[in-house]
């Protein structure tokens, strides 16, 4: 027939075009992995932003959570809105996180963390966050899950069915967690809603607490003091005292910030003696001392 060539060329034609194509994207591919941007090593934001940029056709889902988590970590104490004031690639940036759909663990974690830390609150990063932490939550490992439910209350602030499963992870890997990934949880808890789930998480977490109580460096303790007094704890908790035990051994090692919420922490537990040793501390620190023995 008089199209029939024409057909058959047209098509041979795609063809070669197709696979010229495909061969172009493997290239581009092969040099992407070449020179695959090490997010974590840039200082400033706008070479992130840029990196991305020039590479986001060939991103993994992961190398596009690195370069959002990057970008929000060195974008701190800076809210979501002063930072695309100031850089308006990252409003296309977070578009494009909302596209990703093969989250691990790992970017699961950092990507709540990232937004926890400039506290952005979108509503199609959230639902796509909301449903990857509610698919991942039984694989979070005992850094993720100390990052998720630190980034929670910006994540999923009334989200009770989301927070109560991360709460149950870990709750269930508890006993696994560091000093600091327990100081952590103890600080971040009070923003948690207050449920039922929250109640038992902060039962488990002091009791593991009490029995690592020995290991906890003089932030950790700090930390967890002024951390279980916004929890509104008793006196009388076990932890509370534990804690209380250590503070006279590190005072020197704390900044006058720390201290005087350490101090009120302990004034709030009826340590007054305690406080008062807290208070000598401060005292020596504003004079320009190291401690108070008078050491300069």
């Not at 999923?156 to 989301?162: C, E, S, T, Y």
């Amino acid at each position: 027939r008089p199209g029939a060539f024409l057909g058959s060329a047209l098509c041979q034609q795609h063809r070669r075009l197709l696979t010229v194509s495909a061969d172009a994207r493997t290239v581009a591919s092969e040099v992407y992995e070449v020179e695959r941007p090490q997010f974590c090593v840039m200082k400033r934001v706008d070479d992130i932003l840029r990196a991305w940029y020039e590479h986001k056709a060939h991103m993994q889902p992961c190398d596009v959570v690195s370069a959002y988590f990057h970008a929000c970590k060195l974008s701190r104490p800076r809210t979501a809105q002063q930072i695309e004031r100031k850089h308006p690639q990252m409003a296309a940036l977070v578009d494009h996180l909302t596209r990703v759909r093969d989250w691990r663990a790992a970017d699961v974690a950092a990507a709540c963390m990232g937004t926890h830390y400039i506290q952005l609150r979108k509503p199609e990063l959230t639902a796509v966050l909301s449903e990857a932490v509610l698919k991942k939550a039984t694989k979070l490992g005992l850094v993720e899950t100390t990052h998720v439910i630190t980034a929670l209350p910006t994540v999923a602030p009334k989200d009770k069915a989301l927070q109560g499963a991360v709460i149950h992870r870990c709750v269930t890997i508890a006993d696994q967690l560091s000093a600091r990934q327990l100081s952590c949880v103890i600080g971040a808890a009070r923003r948690l809603l207050p449920t039922a789930a929250r109640r038992e998480l902060v039962e488990h977490i002091c009791r593991v607490a009490l029995k690592k109580a020995h290991i906890f460096s003089s932030a950790q303790v700090c930390e967890v003091l002024v951390g279980l007094r916004k929890l509104g704890l008793s006196p009388s908790t076990p932890v509370v005292g534990a804690m209380a035990k250590r503070v006279p051994s590190i005072v020197l090692d704390l900044g006058t910030a720390d201290l005087r919420a350490l101090a009120a922490a302990m004034r709030a537990f009826h340590e007054r003696d305690i406080a008062a040793i807290v208070d000598k501390q401060i005292v020596w620190k504003e004079s320009g001392s190291t401690s108070a023995t008078g050491t300069v």
